[in-house]
């Protein structure tokens, strides 16, 4: 590596460390009526996240239904988003599966223009622990964009989580469990390490997130109204938990509601709030649950009601 290079290289590495202690906003995928992809309306949305000043947008995450969409959905989920942000923002391909898929998928989304790769927590169910930090690294010794390794599980041990947090590749640690304890430790472990830990669970557990060290979080949210992450997230860059508080608790009911039937409605909601703000999704595809009942679709029509004078990105 020339010294150019590697120059080039560091501030990369900077640039999307910087996005991700900021919001990464995960966009959702638009289907047609016929149950095709809707690249166009799926275009707008993101378009509109990077506008309202949201500073990394994950391509073909979770809320972007990564599972249920093919490989060649996803390839082209991440070039869509790349070129619907106009520069306005850094955007994150999510890839996972199989380890030659996901280094498949990383590169043509590097090719496409992502700033970076997001790796899904591998859910084979006989997955060592300690391969599964590994699996993360072979992908990260793979790939010359930056990656994101995205963590749903108590299983993977402090010792190996740290592994790949201060992996040279590494931009990020997006830590999607609840287990604080487990988090305090990650981040004791390394300190004055290149580690970037980010919380994973949202702007509800945001606030304690940050009180631990770890900076940033992960939305869906921002598909409606980006305004509101943006000021949790402003609050907490003052370490003004109290402002914090109050600004979750306006958006609780949302989020509560996206937790039913064991997160099955998490997209759901997300999508159906965009449907009652005048731009139609499509349902979510199976095994998401596809649609909400009469009672749920009442209350996040309450809930989004209520927000008021505050105007939502799909207006």
Known sequence: MTNDSGRQEKVRQETVRKALRG??????????????????????????????????????GNTGEFYPMTTDEVVRSHAV???????????????GR??????????????????????HHPLDPFAAPQSQADYILAIAEALEIPLVAYIRSD???????????????????KFASSN????????????????????????????PFHALGARGFTSGLVNVAPERSLAIWRALEANDYE?????????AGFETLRTKYGNGANVTVVKE?????????????????PELNEDERAELRRIVGSWGGQRAAAE
């Open 243 to 251: 402002l914090a508080r109050r600004l979750v608790d306006e958006i």
């Open 180 to 207: 604080m304890m487990l988090l305090a430790e990650c981040v004791r472990a390394t300190q004055g390490s290149s580690a970037n830990w980010i919380c994973g669970l949202a702007e509800g557990w945001a606030a």
């Open 23 to 60: 919001i990464s906003g995960v966009h959702v995928t638009a289907w047609a009526a016929d149950g095709e992809a809707d690249w166009k309306v799926t275009a707008e949305i993101v378009a509109r996240i990077a506008a309202a000043g949201i500073h990394n947008i994950v391509s073909a």
């Open 81 to 95: 988003a790349a070129e619907a942000v106009a520069g306005k923002a850094l955007v994150t391909a999510g890839i």
């Open 155 to 173: 299983a993977i041990g402090v010792k190996d989580l740290a592994r790949v947090a201060t992996h040279p590749n590494v931009a990020g640690v």
């Open 273 to 289: 709030a965009l449907g009652l703000l005048g731009t139609k999704v499509g349902p979510v595809r199976l095994p998401g649950l």
């Open 98 to 119: 199989s380890l030659r898929e996901a280094i498949s998928t990383g590169k043509l989304a590097a090719k496409a223009g992502c700033d970076a790769v997001m790796v």
